[in-house]
């Protein structure tokens, strides 16, 4: 079985400060995990993900996460929020389970971003 | 253009009504999958799709069917839509090996069951 928890269902930042959106999960086996961002109104698209490579992902606009197996951990981060980031962003991990792809999303997280 | 496309992106319809919404993929992925997306629930899988002819239930499959006999389309079908299926469904598709790769998302279709 797995499971993803996103700590926060809202997080509220000013623009220029750094944003910290927190993803815990657990999981029998090696998990992929990675974060989407969704725009209002608009479809998912992929911000970073993590495949057992470097623990530190770098994603597209700045954002990185941190792997950390020891916290079963992935938050993802920025230094410095943009207008633009205000959105929804998903945690999702990945596994194979007798052959079959097992897929969990997160509940997500409402980035808001004050100017 | 490499995309993943639905239709209708919004419907509205009445209980018991059957109905059916496509997906395709333009970019020969094997893996396809439909999500229900709620308030406060995150995306939950309904099913899923390792190739043709290969499907499987995921976390909330009842009420829904879907079948696979061509590679770039995976539609879903609803034969005697509930108002508790009012939700905004979301269609995606990956590579093979999609444990590892990203899943493109279609742009969402938005149902209304009265």
């Known amino acids: 079985a797995q499971s993803v928890t996103q700590l926060d269902s809202h997080v509220s930042v000013s623009e220029g400060t750094p944003v910290l959106l927190r993803c815990n999960y657990s999981?029998?086996?090696?998990?992929?995990l990675f974060w989407y961002v969704q725009h209002p109104n608009k479809g998912l698209q992929l911000l970073l993900k993590?495949?057992?490579?470097?623990?530190l992902v770098k994603g597209i606009n700045g954002f990185e996460a941190e792997f950390k197996k020891s916290e079963t951990s992935f938050h993802l981060t920025k230094p410095s929020a943009h207008m633009s980031d205000a959105a929804e962003y998903f945690c999702v991990v990945s596994v194979l389970s007798g052959g079959y792809q097992k897929v969990t999303f997160g509940t997500g997280t409402k980035l808001q971003v004050i100017p | 253009e490499a995309q993943v496309t639905q239709n209708p992106r919004y419907l509205i319809t009445v209980t018991g009504k059957k109905l059916t919404v496509t997906c395709s993929q333009n970019?020969?992925?094997?893996?396809m999958s439909w999500y229900r997306q709620d308030p406060g629930l995150g995306l939950r899988q309904i099913y899923y799709?390792?190739?043709?002819?290969?499907?499987d239930k995921g976390d909330v499959p009842e009420g829904y069917k879907v079948s696979r006999k061509e590679k770039r389309n995976f539609p879903l079908i609803l034969e005697s839509p509930s108002p508790n299926q009012t939700s905004l469904y979301f269609c995606?598709?990956?590579?093979?090996?999609?444990?590892?790769?990203?899943?493109?998302f279609g742009p969402g279709t938005r149902l209304t069951v009265l």
């Open positions: 799709s390792m190739n043709v002819e290969v499907t």
């Open positions: 999981s029998s086996y090696s998990p992929s």
């Open positions: 993590y495949t057992s490579a470097a623990t």
């Open positions: 995606a598709s990956s590579t093979r090996q999609g444990i590892y790769n990203e899943q493109f």
């Open positions: 970019m020969n992925h094997e893996y």
